[in-house]
């Protein structure tokens, strides 16, 4: 599997590195927290870090972000509607709660449709808001990387600031679409397959 995987911080939100076996770039998505206990499991598997890639601006996700950005010089994509939310007032809160400083500049606004092109691997971004209004779902090589939108036998919650529940169940509907024996890997907890979640998931 093209992927390696650790949880971090206080709500163990679990870090993925999307990498390509051949050429070893890499995306690594949502750094919450721990910047060296993810930098070593890039250098210790050789990764090349091509971008840092959000499911959305959360804190939790983002804990991490300016110190990869300065060990490894590259850029922040997320979805235009999160950077918005994350620079609004109550975007600055939450981060403030979590001891996360603003989030580094946004290089590249991610919009419903996009390709992230990760070596010879590519992921396709699908907006998803609900839990927040610019979470997107990464999808490609048989992966769901789903953050706080779908967990095993769960959902995110969509009472925070730009959480909407009627926007969350559309994006719960995008996710029935998807092939059955796609791997889910959510923004905390267990992975599953989507298969069991349709199956076992009351939300889905
Ligand atoms: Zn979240
Ligand atoms: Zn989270």
């Known amino acids: 599997m ?3 995987s650790l949880d971090v911080g206080a709500l163990e939100t679990n870090c993925y590195l999307f990498y390509d076996e051949a050429g070893r770039d890499c995306l690594v998505i949502d750094p919450g927290a721990e910047a060296d206990r993810i930098m070593a499991l890039i250098d210790q598997n050789k990764l090349l870090p091509r971008a840092i890639v959000l499911t959305h601006g959360h804190p939790d996700h983002a804990g991490a972000v300016a110190s990869l950005m300065a060990r490894y010089r590259i850029p922040l994509w997320l979805h235009a ?3 918005e939310a ?3 007032a109550a975007g600055l809160g939450l981060a403030a709660m979590f001891g996360v400083g603003p989030l580094p500049a946004v290089e590249r606004l991610l919009r419903d449709g996009d390709t992230l092109v990760c070596g010879r691997l590519e992921l ?3 907006h998803s808001p609900g839990h927040s209004p610019g979470s997107v779902l990464l999808h490609g090589q048989g992966l769901l990387f789903s953050g706080d939108t779908l967990f095993r036998g769960d959902v995110g919650r969509s009472d925070l ?3 909407d529940e009627e926007e969350l169940r559309r994006s719960l509907a995008m996710i029935r ?3 059955p ?3 889910v890997l959510p923004g905390h907890g267990p992975a599953s397959v989507l298969e069991l979640e349709l199956k076992d998931n009351p939300y889905l």
């Open 81 to 83: 509607a999160d950077e």
């Open 124 to 126: 396709k971004v699908i």
């Open 161 to 163: 600031p730009g959480g």
């Open 2 to 4: 093209p992927y390696l």
């Open 177 to 179: 679409e998807l092939p």
């Open 86 to 88: 994350m620079r609004s």
């Open 181 to 183: 024996e796609t791997i």
